[in-house]
């Protein structure tokens, strides 16, 4: 059975940092991609970053881009992700899912299990 479990979520100031953790079991983040999406009220989830199995390739949005850094731990297990310079618009429910392959991805579809999430507000 895998299992997702993000943590480090919380209240940040616009141009302050956080860092989100996401602990996997019953797959190993070492040769599956891990990605993270985030959802906002009212809005559709989105793709923020990923990372491949293997080599740990990573590819982001455009919008977080530069402030956004996605990374894995093997012997733990764990992927994170370091938000800098957050912004307002950054603020939203996110999520980090395993992919069915080694293989990043930006689609939905193509990640097979999720995490619960955890809550990203950024004040103005």
């Known amino acids: 059975q895998v299992q997702l479990v993000e943590s480090g979520g919380g209240l940040v100031q616009a141009g302050g940092s956080l860092r989100l953790s996401c602990a996997a079991s019953?797959?190993?983040?070492?040769?599956?991609?891990m990605g993270w999406f985030r959802q906002a009220p009212g809005k559709d989830r989105e793709f923020v970053a990923a990372?491949?199995?293997?080599?740990?390739?990573?590819f982001y949005a455009g919008s977080v881009k530069g402030r956004f850094t996605i990374s894995k731990d093997s012997a733990k297990n764990t992927v994170y992700l370091q938000m800098n310079s957050l912004k307002p618009e950054d603020t939203a429910l996110y999520y980090c899912?395993?992919?069915?392959?080694?293989?990043?991805?930006?689609?939905?579809?193509?990640?097979?299990?999720w995490g619960q999430g955890t809550q990203v507000t950024v004040s103005s």
């Open positions: 019953g797959r190993t983040v070492s040769s599956y991609s």
């Open positions: 899912a395993v992919g069915r392959s080694y293989a990043n991805s930006i689609y939905i579809g193509n990640y097979d299990y």
């Open positions: 990372i491949s199995g293997g080599i740990g390739g990573t």
